[in-house]
């Protein structure tokens, strides 16, 4: 979904620079895991406290931001200043305080602190409860992750449980980015199309569609008059992207949500900004 500050919703990308690495943090001797809640039909919750208080937050690796709400904020014991600027999707700004170096633990899990903003969801999640804020990777920076759906878990890894990993996974073209602001973490995948490469959001917030920008339709073989359609391509040799998807006017190459992304195991290395791709484990 990746929303913005204050009410705007889409990818929190805006100008973005190359990501810098994040002071070391003491690692635990064994894999973390961090056990996942279904939300609505294609979406994760995680239970997050946030400097002590719990709330439920749904899980958005291309969110770029770690976000609280409005009814959540004043409960976290800190003060929200200043502005943080960045810009969906569909280059909308948006515009908000932040609350620094905000300690998070999943569980019993510690994340990695970060500054928080503060999000309004809207009518989004009409007919459900929203969610008490946005988890978004800037919570695991410098720290290697596994994201596997089938199992509802997202894992954080050790050395050694990383490297035993991805040594039956495929490796894949990735970048980490920043917003103009230096705060938040995404990561972009590398797509060969026959134009050239594209870079596209991965995004546990988009539950039923994909996007790709109108400018990339026809690398991608779309029609870029046409509003909906199926991505169909082959994102690494026996592994295939099959997801519907909306061609829009963006200020990005696109997005790939959860048609994709639930369908394998993800491993992103936060800290060497690598990616790995798998097939979870036949029943």
């Not at 409005?70 to 909308?92: D, H, I, K, V």
């Not at 991505?231 to 997005?255: Q, Y």
């Amino acid at each position: 979904m990746t929303p913005l500050f204050g009410t705007l919703s889409a990818a929190l990308v805006a100008v973005s620079f190359l990501a810098t690495g994040v002071a070391a943090q003491p690692a635990s001797e064994d894999p973390q895991v961090i056990k996942l809640e279904r939300f609505r039909k294609a979406l994760w919750k995680v239970r997050v406290s946030v400097n002590g208080t719990a709330g439920d937050f749904l899980l958005d690796t291309g969110g770029g931001h770690t976000m609280v709400t409005e009814a959540l904020s004043p409960r976290l014991t800190c003060t929200f200043w200043g502005r943080a600027t960045g810009y969906n999707m569909f280059g909308q700004r948006g515009d908000g305080p932040h609350c620094d170096d905000v300690h998070l633990m999943a569980g019993t899990v510690p994340l990695t602190p970060v500054d928080v903003g503060k999000i309004d969801f809207g009518e989004r999640f009409a007919g459900d409860k929203a969610p008490d804020g946005l988890l978004s990777l800037d919570a695991f920076d410098g720290k290697a992750i596994t994201l596997d759906q089938a199992a509802g878990t997202l894992t954080i890894e050790t050395p050694a449980s990383l490297a035993r990993r991805v040594a039956g996974m495929r490796e894949l073209p990735f970048r980490l980015v920043r917003g103009v602001a230096a705060r938040g973490l995404e990561g972009f995948v590398g797509v060969s199309t026959r134009r050239g490469r594209a870079w596209l959001t991965l995004d546990s917030g988009a539950g039923g569609v994909s996007l790709i920008g109108r400018e990339y339709a026809d690398a991608f073989g779309l029609d870029p008059a046409r509003k909906e359609q199926q991505l169909r391509f082959e994102i690494a040799p026996g592994f295939t992207v099959d997801s519907p998807v909306l061609v829009a006017d963006l200020i990005m190459d696109g997005n790939l949500g959860q048609p994709f992304m639930s369908r394998y195991i993800l491993t992103f290395d936060l800290r060497e900004g690598r990616l790995w791709i798998g097939r979870p484990p036949a029943n």
